[in-house]
């Protein structure tokens, strides 16, 4: 393939088991633009950000390199899906209000994309670009979880899983930033989601597929003994933004 793919193997337990964005950041993200109607919703995987922003806006334009991710995106009556690369996308010129990027920009070739967002973005549009790293949930079960990230799987990672880590932060980003509020993503889970969600980690179908077995089973005892009685854990995940004005 000619793009980094590393999802269509398991497009429908990651389209299940990836938690939600709050919607309080979409609201956010129209406020930005009180006129605008159109997002191209880049890496859109399978619609996790797409269908939440055409709750607020009149036409999203959700794209994915992924047949199968796109095949497995949840249908909205304001989304369109399609599948191509970010970098070479099927957008006409300036048709775009707003540019999102959710959990996918450290897979995009950084130049080539900013150079089609500035051919695919309005004048004084927006391209809203954000992540996450490591959950939290308790100090006990954190601790096991990061044995599994970095002791046991953390070898599996893709080079670009760094710009994670570092929060965007080392990403050239040649636009005329704007500083977001705080926000997290928040689910109350069973044990049982959370360790679904640990298998959608690329790192972790890396080790399946190079080993034939499941390193989450490694840590699955020890959680579900930390876990307790407790049916359900609120599960928090802290949100970075790259957030700019396209110019004209």
């Given at each position: 393939m000619s793009f980094r793919d590393h999802f269509s193997s398991h497009s429908s337990s990651y389209s299940e088991y990836r938690p939600g964005y709050p919607k309080e950041l979409f609201v956010y993200l129209k406020s930005l633009l009180p006129n605008g109607t159109t997002?191209?919703?880049c890496g859109t995987g399978t619609g996790q950000a797409a269908v939440s922003l055409g709750e607020v806006f009149d036409k999203v334009i959700a794209t994915d390199p992924s047949a199968n991710q796109i095949a497995n995106a949840e249908p909205h009556k304001n989304v369109e899906y399609r599948v191509?690369?970010?970098e070479e996308s099927t957008l006409g010129n300036h048709e775009a209000d707003l540019i999102t990027v959710a959990q996918a920009f450290h897979w995009f070739d950084f130049e080539p994309f900013y150079k089609e967002a500035a051919r695919v973005g309005k004048k004084n549009g927006v391209l809203a670009i954000w992540g996450y790293g490591l959950?939290?949930?308790t100090p006990e079960i954190d601790a096991l979880i990061g044995k599994?990230?970095?002791e046991i799987a953390g070898?599996?990672?893709p080079p670009e899983r760094r710009y994670v880590e570092e929060k965007y932060a080392t990403i050239p980003f040649p636009f005329e930033e704007i500083s977001p509020p705080t926000f997290s993503m928040q689910e109350e889970w069973t044990v049982e989601q959370v360790l679904g969600y640990l298998r959608t980690w690329s790192s972790?179908?890396?080790y399946i597929q190079k080993n034939e077995s499941d390193p989450v089973l490694l840590v699955e005892t020890e959680i579900a003994k930390a876990w307790g009685d407790v049916s359900t854990r609120l599960v928090e995940w802290p949100l970075?933004?790259?957030i700019g004005r396209l110019s004209g």
């Amino acid at each position: 393939m000619s793009f980094r793919d590393h999802f269509s193997s398991h497009s429908s337990s990651y389209s299940e088991y990836r938690p939600g964005y709050p919607k309080e950041l979409f609201v956010y993200l129209k406020s930005l633009l009180p006129n605008g109607t159109t997002v191209w919703d880049c890496g859109t995987g399978t619609g996790q950000a797409a269908v939440s922003l055409g709750e607020v806006f009149d036409k999203v334009i959700a794209t994915d390199p992924s047949a199968n991710q796109i095949a497995n995106a949840e249908p909205h009556k304001n989304v369109e899906y399609r599948v191509c690369k970010a970098e070479e996308s099927t957008l006409g010129n300036h048709e775009a209000d707003l540019i999102t990027v959710a959990q996918a920009f450290h897979w995009f070739d950084f130049e080539p994309f900013y150079k089609e967002a500035a051919r695919v973005g309005k004048k004084n549009g927006v391209l809203a670009i954000w992540g996450y790293g490591l959950h939290r949930i308790t100090p006990e079960i954190d601790a096991l979880i990061g044995k599994l990230y970095g002791e046991i799987a953390g070898s599996y990672w893709p080079p670009e899983r760094r710009y994670v880590e570092e929060k965007y932060a080392t990403i050239p980003f040649p636009f005329e930033e704007i500083s977001p509020p705080t926000f997290s993503m928040q689910e109350e889970w069973t044990v049982e989601q959370v360790l679904g969600y640990l298998r959608t980690w690329s790192s972790v179908q890396k080790y399946i597929q190079k080993n034939e077995s499941d390193p989450v089973l490694l840590v699955e005892t020890e959680i579900a003994k930390a876990w307790g009685d407790v049916s359900t854990r609120l599960v928090e995940w802290p949100l970075f933004f790259k957030i700019g004005r396209l110019s004209g």
